[in-house]
T-cell receptor, first 115, second 112 residues
Framework: DAGVIQSPRHEVTEMGQEVTLRCKPI?????LFWYRQTMMRGLELLIY????????DSGMPEDRFSAKMPNASFSTLKIQPSEPRDSAVYFC?????????????FGSGTRLTVV | EDQVTQSPEALRLQEGESSSLNCSYT??????LFWYRQDPGKGPEFLFT???AGEEKEKERLKATLTKKESFLHITAPKPEDSATYLC?????????????FGGGTRVLVKP
């Protein structure tokens, strides 16, 4: 099992540009979560999906952020337009219903720098 | 609102010097408390889940305990490879989708 795969690992972009982060969850996992990690705020949940349907997006900071999950093996998080305060590490995590005992499995993250 | 506070923020230990990390939480009905380890440049890695006060879990040099208000992660005779950030998270019974709320973490550095 390759685990949760995120791309790119690093992204540097200029303010105002569109940024797309990608995630491939573990096969068979029906929940997918997007988290953001910063020194000031720690890990914050942005949005999560169940069976490809967005369930709770209350953590999405602004309308500039959007997320999609077109199928069970792929999700994107898009920021348009990007701002310097969006600089953070973005993590994707997945889990399978009934597997609470083992928590989530996280990807290695995408470090986003907006200059 | 669920809250998790971890202390200390950072901990420097000599190899073999045992210590404990604290995780204080407030949640309306605890479903589970989770400990994760995070290495630089990587995502959090699952360590333990605790469900009820009095429960304990062990893995190598790590032991996690749980009370009604806090959890401790005890590191016994640590080695340099135990250096990492340790994250605590809670899951409320009412949390839809089993959402986790994380604390700020404790950065542990073990010197040889």
């Amino acid at each position: 099992d390759a685990g949760v795969i995120q791309s790119p690992r690093h992204e540097v972009t200029e303010m105002g540009q569109e940024v797309t982060l990608r995630c491939k969850p573990i096969s068979g996992h029906d929940y997918l979560f997007w988290y953001r990690q910063t020194m000031m705020r720690g890990l914050e949940l942005l949005i999560y999906f169940n069976n490809n349907v967005p369930i709770d997006d209350s953590g999405m900071p602004e309308d500039r952020f959007s997320a999609k999950m077109p199928n069970a093996s792929f999700s994107t998080l898009k920021i348009q337009p990007s701002e310097p305060r969006d600089s953070a590490v973005y993590f994707c995590a997945s889990r399978k219903t009934g597997s609470t005992l083992y928590g989530y499995t996280f990807g290695s993250g995408t470090r986003l720098t907006v200059v | 609102e669920d809250q998790v506070t971890q202390s200390p923020e950072a901990l420097r230990l000599q190899e073999g010097e045992s210590s404990s990390l604290n995780c204080s939480y407030t949640v309306s009905g605890l479903r589970g408390l989770f400990w994760y380890r995070q290495d630089p440049g990587k995502g959090p890695e699952f360590l333990f889940t605790l469900y009820s006060a009095g429960e304990e879990k062990e893995k190598e040099r790590l032991k996690a305990t749980l009370t009604k208000k806090e959890s401790f992660l005890h590191i016994t005779a640590p080695k340099p490879e135990d250096s990492a950030t340790y994250l605590c998270a809670v899951q409320a019974r009412k949390a839809a989708g089993n959402k986790l709320t994380f604390g700020g973490g404790t950065r542990v550095l073990v010197k040889p």
